[in-house]
């Protein structure tokens, strides 16, 4: 018999949960001699959920000219997958990386008053982390993509968006549309004229 390993536990969450027996060979158990615990249906029942749910709220994502929609092959599948299985499941660590960003902080100071006078906006440390971060984005573009967990789309466009605080003390994150066709001055304005926008509440969705 093909379900002699099943404990009545196991048989009833199965009965319950319709699992047929192909379903339970894909569940790697746990107890002794490989057999099926309680956990390890659960842990397979959470994973077909998150897949279903995946599946039905499948996100359409928007095919702009030159931009070309690239379906997701088994392999890269299963890597997105047990990647997502592996951040809700295993503990996090945050790690932290020390930069010396002394050249950035001269050619600040050097660039601050020429700039406010001649573009009438202060060139901040933001604008200078942002432009870093279109170039990283044009250099690297399937960074700058879109993912709907079967197909995957990389933009040719860089909308970057930053974080701004609101009068009321909530967050709200704007975007500068096409970042990477813009100078850093053109980026200071663009972030100080859609900043003081969202904290006047005059901000609106395009």
């Keep these: 018999d093909d379900t002699n390993f099943l404990s009545p536990l196991v048989r009833k969450m199965a009965l319950e949960n319709k699992l047929t027996l192909e379903d339970l060979q894909k569940i790697q158990g746990t107890g002794e001699n490989g057999r099926l615990r309680k956990q390890d249906v659960e842990r397979f029942l959470s994973s077909k959920k998150s897949k279903k749910s995946i599946s039905e709220d499948k996100i359409q994502l928007k095919v702009e000219v030159g931009e070309s929609l690239q379906p997701l092959s088994k392999m890269r599948k299963l890597i997105a997958e047990n990647m997502e299985k592996s951040w809700r499941n295993i503990p996090h660590v ?113």
């Design 94 to 206: 945050t790690t932290f990386i020390d930069v010396n960003v002394s050249r950035l902080v001269k050619y600040r100071e050097n660039q601050t008053d020429e700039f406010l006078l001649v573009f009438v906006v202060k060139l901040t440390y933001t604008n200078l982390i942002m432009q870093e971060i279109v170039k990283a984005l044009q250099t690297f573009p399937q960074l700058n993509a879109w993912f709907n967990g079967e197909e995957f789309l990389p933009k040719n466009q860089v909308n970057l968006g930053f974080a701004t605080a609101l009068r009321d003390g909530n967050l709200i994150v704007p975007n500068i549309k096409n970042a990477g066709t813009l100078s850093l001055s053109q980026l200071a304005i663009g972030v100080s004229e859609v900043g003081n926008r969202a904290k006047s509440g005059k901000l609106t969705a395009d």
